[in-house]
Structure formats: structure tokens, C-alpha cells
């Protein structure tokens, strides 16, 4: 794992595909002090991520690839993460699945946070799921991003009550407003 030395934030990229509530957030907890992260880069799979416009309004880099030929794709993020000397890459909200080959290159520094507490509910749905399920509990978990879908070495999960009235959108509120705490914190686990 990359390790903070000194006062030099480690340099990270952020993939999303949609709204970026997690990337504005994570873009917030970079700029304070103590953060261990610089957002550098924000990668896009989709021009229509609502999320790319916190590239402008926070002069961060964008790139926007298509994954239709995830080999080209990949190998000019690669290039791009060089350039930039990412060392570290947040996974938030992106719909998109990464191959072997990406994932070996930044071992132990790609992370992804879930709407779920995995092992349960990897893939999409969560909320939908543990409603019909009728569980108590929900949450969301960051962990580290390997080969299998939302099964690497989970770092930190945080559990929502579900109440009676919850539909999966009320739940998926409850649980978004917890990903924004729970993303940082992960992150200050993982450095510290
Ligand atoms: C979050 O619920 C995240 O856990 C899931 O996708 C959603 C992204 O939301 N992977 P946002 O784009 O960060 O607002």
C-alpha cells in the first residue's frame, strides 16, 4: 500500500458514472488539512455523469472514455494515470467493471465504496434486496477492489436501521448520507 510521507497528499484519481455526491465529498475531505488525499483526476465512462460538472467548479482534470472497447479504454486511463502520477484510486459510483490486467497494475490502491454490507447484496439493487428481504439493517462498506465483483478486503462498513415506512429510495438516502461519512474515514484508516 502507498504510505503518506510528510505533508505530501497522495495523488488520486476518482471513476464515477453518475450523480459524484461521493466525488464532491471526497473533493471537500481532500482539502482539508490533515486529508491524506489530492483529488487529481476525475474519470468518467459517460459524458451524461452529472458528477464531471465538480470538474470545473473544482479545476480538477476530467476524462471521459466509453468502455465499449474496455482494452482501449483502459490503456489510455493507464497513460493518463502515469502522466497525472496517481498513486491511488477511489471508485465511486462507477458502473463499470474494471479488467485483471487494471486492477494487477494498482494493486491494493483501487477502492470502491458499496451501498451494501457486504458479503450481502454484492452487484446492484442493495436497497431493493434487503427491503424485500425485510432485514433490520442495511449500510454500505469501502473495500478494496480486486478481480471478483465487491469482494476484496473490506476496510470499514457502517449499518442504516431500516424502519417499517423505508421504500428503497427513503433507504437509499439514509445509506448515501452514511457513504459520505463512512468514504473518509476509510480513507484516513487506510493512510494512517
Ligand atoms: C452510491 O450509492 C455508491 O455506493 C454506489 O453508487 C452510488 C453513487 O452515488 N456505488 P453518487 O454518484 O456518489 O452520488
Redesign the pocket.
Known sequence: MVKLTGLKKIKTAVF??????????LIKFSKVKNSPISIDLIFSNTSKA??LKFSNRFNIKKYVSSFKNYKTAEAKILDLLKEENIEFIC?????KILSKNFIKKFSGKIV????SLLPKYKGLNTHIKAIQNKDKVAG?TVHFVTAKLDSGKIILQKEVKISKKDTPTSL?KK??KQ?HKLYPTAIKKIFN
Do not use: D, Q, R
Open positions: 464515477i458514472s453518475g450523480t459524484g455526491s461521493n466525488l464532491k465529498n452529472k458528477g471508485l465511486a459510483g462507477f458502473m470502491n465504496i458499496h451501498p454500505c437509499g445509506v448515501l457513504e
